[in-house]
């Protein structure tokens, strides 16, 4: 039985809220939402390039491993910006 990304994702945040401070949670993880990705990954969609860039510097070894938890095998996971800023 495959688990979506929805409730895969909701489980991490489950960890991620008893391993992290109220603000570091609401700022970084909170605003994420999960995706299908290609080869059975998720995809965490972001706002913007920093976002991405600060969570893969920093916490990716820690979203790798709360993914690991909450679906019981390892999980690539990839980021996307979803920003409403648009440019041409």
């Not at 991620?16 to 999960?34: Q, V």
């Not at 706002?47 to 909450?70: G, H, I, P, R, T």
């Amino acid at each position: 039985m495959q688990t979506s990304a929805e409730s895969i994702w909701s489980a991490a945040q489950e960890h991620l809220r008893s391993m992290l401070s109220g603000d570091t949670y609401n700022l970084w993880f909170a605003p994420l939402r999960a995706v299908e990705g290609e080869d059975q990954g998720i995809v965490l969609t972001v706002a913007n390039d920093f976002c991405e860039v600060w969570l893969k510097d920093n916490y990716m070894d820690l979203l790798q491993d709360v993914m690991a938890v909450a679906s019981g095998r390892q999980i690539p996971v990839s980021f996307k910006v979803t920003g409403t800023a648009s440019q041409n």
